[in-house]
């Protein structure tokens, strides 16, 4: 990652706290590299869950993958900045909407990701959630999932405390609603292939971990 990508990904978004908000988190954030690492050898479409304002996509394009990347999230403010800044950046391939993963999913072949948004989801949805995103997944295609993990560590504790203040300033619509464990993802993931899981709070003090499906053939 070269130096003047954080401002380069923040220059576009309009608003202070939008633009302060993608610097810090292309800078800080050890999510965004990790994800690339485990999609650069893959040409096959992404599908990304939770999309946000965007960053994931506009990162990887920036970082040199040009497969397709659809990015669903059920923010509509957030999805109309993505889509802002798109048209700026003017990247091919790359498309957003509004979408509640508790109605569904579209229909899609290739790479999934499910970045920081299971949290809000109980835990019969997160159950239906991954199975549905594992049947999408192409052979040889990943699941790329960042989850805090509910455990007895200080970290939780402080990802507990982060996810109430996102809700409490709107920057999220929705509280908590229950964190996984790694054996809920060991439990309900590994039938459809090989399941990792590692840490990936690097310098930050929250308890999230990179939880990875690797598709059959």
């Known amino acids: 990652m070269t130096a003047d990508l954080p401002r380069k990904l923040a220059k576009p978004f309009p608003g202070i706290w939008d633009r302060s908000y993608v610097s ?3 800078k800080t954030d050890p999510l965004y590299g990790a994800v690339y690492e485990e999609l650069r050898g893959s040409d096959l479409p992404l599908l990304d869950l939770g999309c946000g304002l965007g960053l994931l996509a506009f990162y990887l394009r920036e970082r040199g993958l040009n497969f397709q990347i659809r990015g669903l999230d059920y923010d509509p403010r957030k999805i109309e900045s993505a889509k802002r800044v798109n048209a700026l950046l003017s990247h091919q391939d790359i498309s957003f ?6 109605e569904g999913l579209p229909e ?3 790479n999934v990701s499910i970045l920081d948004i299971l949290q809000f989801f109980t835990p019969p949805e997160q159950e239906t959630l991954l199975g549905l995103a594992a049947s ?21 504790k402080v990802t507990v405390a982060g996810d109430l203040l996102a809700k409490a300033s709107f920057w999220m619509k929705a509280a908590p609603t229950h964190y996984p464990t790694s054996s809920d993802f060991e439990r309900i993931l590994s039938r459809y292939g090989k399941v990792r899981i590692v840490p990936l709070w690097g310098g930050t003090p929250f308890n999230n971990h990179l939880i990875v499906l690797e598709g059959g053939c």
């Open 136 to 156: 999408r997944l192409a052979p040889g295609g990943k699941l790329v999932i960042r989850s805090g993990l509910r455990d007895e560590s200080w970290r939780f």
């Open 97 to 102: 909407a509004t979408h509640d993963a508790r």
């Open 24 to 26: 810090s988190k292309v």
């Open 108 to 110: 899609h072949t290739g």
